[in-house]
């Protein structure tokens, strides 16, 4: 779901799901998205296209009004990933180059009812030290400047995700030392910074349920 133009006036805008997994592989058209138009005290689907927003809206919702930094949101149920937010096992920065100088902290918030404000209001909270979260029993949330921004970030989540379970069939994860792990978080470019982006230096982080 991304955010066009001014967040007071601005739409909210969500692929369909036929196109979620293949976008930005394939095509994205205009008749693929559906608009949520937003007033003052009020939320409502566009009728045309007949394509319904995200069940999630109020997690977006809750999301855009905490970060007003982001421009879209992923929301998504990667398995590897998905897996980690399941077992309540960290993903620790230093165990892998990209999760420090790309992905950042990574934590997990406690299970919300998916669709309910709880959870947008756990998950918009967690995304204030974050760019990706993950919803334990649930799923992982990226957020980017842009859709390619935080799509990039949930696929590198989930590559990240793989590579630690491969590791850990391996033998272990051999984790970066400290100073590496801090200029890598330095040296990270591009997308959007929480807004408190450096507290987590070093924080190899444990399980936040
Ligand atoms: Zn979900």
């Not at 296209?49 to 009004?65: D, F, G, K, N, T």
């Not at 069939?169 to 792990?181: A, C, F, S, W």
Request: aromatic share 2%.
């Amino acid at each position: 779901m991304c955010r066009p133009g001014s967040p007071a006036v601005g739409s909210l805008l969500r692929p369909p799901a036929a196109q979620r997994l293949a976008w930005p592989r394939r095509s994205l058209w205009s008749f693929h998205i559906a608009e949520v138009r937003r007033s003052p005290g009020r939320v409502r689907e566009a009728r045309e296209p007949a394509v319904r927003a995200s069940s999630e809206l109020a997690m977006h919702l809750a999301i855009y009004a905490e970060r007003p930094d982001v421009g879209a949101i992923v929301h998504a149920h990667p398995p590897a990933a998905t897996g980690f937010a399941v077992a309540g096992v960290a993903m620790p920065a230093g165990a892998l180059a990209e999760l420090a100088g790309v992905i950042g902290h990574v934590p997990i918030v406690a299970f919300e009812m998916p669709g309910t404000v709880a959870l947008g209001r756990v998950v918009a909270d967690a995304l204030q030290t974050a760019n990706v979260v993950l919803l334990a029993n649930h799923g992982a949330v990226a957020v980017g400047t842009t859709l390619a921004d935080a799509t990039n970030l949930m696929e590198s989540l989930e590559q990240a995700a793989r590579i630690l379970v491969t590791a850990h069939i391996l033998g272990g994860v051999t984790e970066l030392g400290h100073r590496d792990v801090i200029a890598l978080e330095r040296a990270r470019i591009g997308g959007v910074r929480p807004r408190s982006a450096g507290r987590r230096t070093g924080d190899a982080g444990g399980p936040e349920r």
